[in-house]
């Protein structure tokens, strides 16, 4: 029998697909652009091709219809004068938008949440990441179940209190719904008690965790520092299950864990799902922030990042801030006689630089993994860290590791 999430695979062959985006008062212009800018890179990690993007300006989302009508329109016309076969919109959208904007374009719709799902289903690799997927795509599916049995809600019965086939249809399958989500929550259950003992059998050893936004390089600085084939790849979501190694730098032995990357607008049913597998994060004793510093909004990232690690209650732990991609980074001088503000685009990495390690107080390297660029600098900083909470634990064990004496 297949599991839940083998039947909803959406993409059994590469479609062609429009992007839909809006502008209000909350999202201005150029972040919805950069949101649109990044659901393209969802869609292309997924094997759709995304052949236009239309935006709107609106005081907020249209409860019927997301987009104004107009707006509809005017895309129901594009796809059917060239045969798009998916329109994807950058914000979850609510059962009643998703039947009526169906009816109206008469082609499938897909949201951020569902295509970031289909991601998940993608890369899910261990039994314990799949059962997490299946477990958000049922309670996203849950509230949905309406529009799926609408074409039996006028087969009614002659009484006037009869209820349709549809209805009828759609309680028996809450109630499979609901028995499976609570089937795999024990799963979940059971699996999270092997992984706590797996964590407990490691000893006392120190744990580094690497964290970030997705895409900005951890699996690649994770195979670099512990000589081992992390799978990486520039895709969104390329690790979705938690790897860890121990890694000795010098003679220093520790824990180093690569975790699923963040991104905005992540979906509530992922971050509930998949809250265990940061487990890793909760119990490290050092958090390597990894940033991709190339990226036009990479502090917006950082934010992401950081208020993800709060709803963790992991933002108060030692942190590093590695600055990754250097070899990428590029800005634009501004003229002598150019006297409008500077923005992003016009300050050096000599600058951010300076910045950054003024407020981290040193506790911050730029470094480019893909090119080995000062990775001896990050190894001792690295070094350091570890070496303290080792000495700190370990007080008596210098006749182990004579070099790691307090200076």
């Known amino acids: 029998m297949k599991s839940e999430t083998e039947n909803t695979r959406i993409f059994s062959e590469e479609k062609r697909a429009v992007l839909v985006g809006l502008i209000t008062p909350e999202q201005n212009e150029e972040r919805t652009l950069e949101y649109l800018d990044e659901l393209a890179f969802l869609a292309d990690t997924s ?11 609106l005081p907020a989302s249209n409860s019927q219809t997301y987009v104004g009508h107009g707006k509809l329109e005017e895309i129901r016309q594009y796809v059917e004068e060239n045969e798009i076969q998916l329109v994807i919109f950058d914000d979850e959208l609510s059962p009643r938008q998703l039947r009526n904007i169906e009816k109206v374009l008469g082609v499938q719709i897909l949201d951020r949440t569902i295509l970031i799902l289909e991601i998940f289903v993608q890369r899910a690799q261990t039994s314990y ?5 299946e477990v958000a795509q049922l309670q996203y599916m849950l509230p949905r179940l309406t529009r799926m049995w609408s074409h039996l809600d006028r087969q009614r019965g002659g009484g006037t209190t009869s209820r349709g086939m549809g209805e009828k249809q759609i309680e028996a399958d809450k109630r499979i719904i609901q028995s499976r989500i609570a089937l795999l929550k ?5 699996i999270d008690k092997q992984m706590a003992t797996q964590r407990k059998n490691r000893g006392k050893l120190v744990r580094v965790a690497l964290v970030g936004y997705t895409n900005v390089g951890k699996s690649t600085l994770m195979n670099l520092l512990s000589k081992s084939d ?3 790849e520039n895709k969104l979501f390329a690790t979705l299950d938690t790897t860890v190694r121990k890694v000795t730098v010098e003679n220093l032995p520790f824990l180093l864990c690569d975790t699923v990357g963040f991104i905005r607008k992540l979906p509530h049913h992922l971050v509930e799902s998949f809250k265990s597998t940061l487990d890793e994060v909760r119990e490290a004793d050092v958090l390597f922030h990894v940033v991709d510093i190339s990226h036009p909004n990479f502090e917006e990232q950082i934010d992401v990042v950081n208020q993800t690690l709060a709803d963790l209650d992991s933002k108060e732990k030692p942190m590093i801030m590695v600055f990754n991609k250097i070899d990428a980074f590029s800005y634009t001088p501004k003229d002598e ?3 409008t ?19 981290m107080h040193d506790n911050c390297i730029f470094i480019s993994a893909r090119e080995k660029e000062n990775l001896e600098n990050l190894k001792q900083l690295l070094y350091n860290h570890v070496k303290k909470i080792h000495i700190q634990r370990f007080p008596y064990n210098d006749f182990l590791y004579p070099d790691l004496s307090v200076e």
């Open 129 to 133: 990441a799949k059962t997490q997927v």
């Open 186 to 190: 024990e799963e979940l259950k059971r």
């Open 341 to 359: 503000p500077r923005t992003r685009e016009n300050i050096s990495l000599e600058e951010f630089q300076q910045m950054w390690m003024n407020k």
């Open 230 to 232: 992390v799978f990486a």
């Open 47 to 57: 094997g759709v091709v995304v052949e236009k993007r239309f935006v709107q300006s």
């Open 337 to 339: 006689d150019d006297l």
